[in-house]
């Protein structure tokens, strides 16, 4: 008897035997039992056999199946991803933002100075 069954019990016509077929096996009829004294066993051979399955690599026949004759190509074009002009534009807002950065260490410094020699004047 299925608690989850709607019909239920009540007053339903068919018989036991009609609705075991209409429905689907359970779930847990398909999972075999762990007994809770097993389930650390169980896990430690597992992580044993995963450890060294990722040791070994991947399979021979995924090895073998990858061509990699186009490696070379294909990071040598990655080398020109950028155009020249690009980098030559970067290159040149680097070093203006170098010199204005200078500029503007040069203005904190005489900001202090002047501070320092208003305090002094007054």
Sequence with gaps: EDPTDPAGDRGSSRSHS???QCQP?????????IQADHVL???RE???EFVKLRDEGPPKEIQDVRDNSKDGEYWEALTHI???RTLKIWDALG???LEYHKVLTRRS???SEATTLQRQNS
Excluded: K, N
């Design 18 to 20: 009609q609705r075991d």
């Design 46 to 48: 597992f992580l044993q």
């Design 95 to 97: 070093a203006a933002l």
């Design 25 to 33: 096996p359970r779930i847990s009829s398909l999972i075999p039992s």
């Design 82 to 84: 950028i155009p020249q």
């Design 41 to 43: 066993t169980i896990l």
């Design 109 to 111: 410094e005489l900001f």
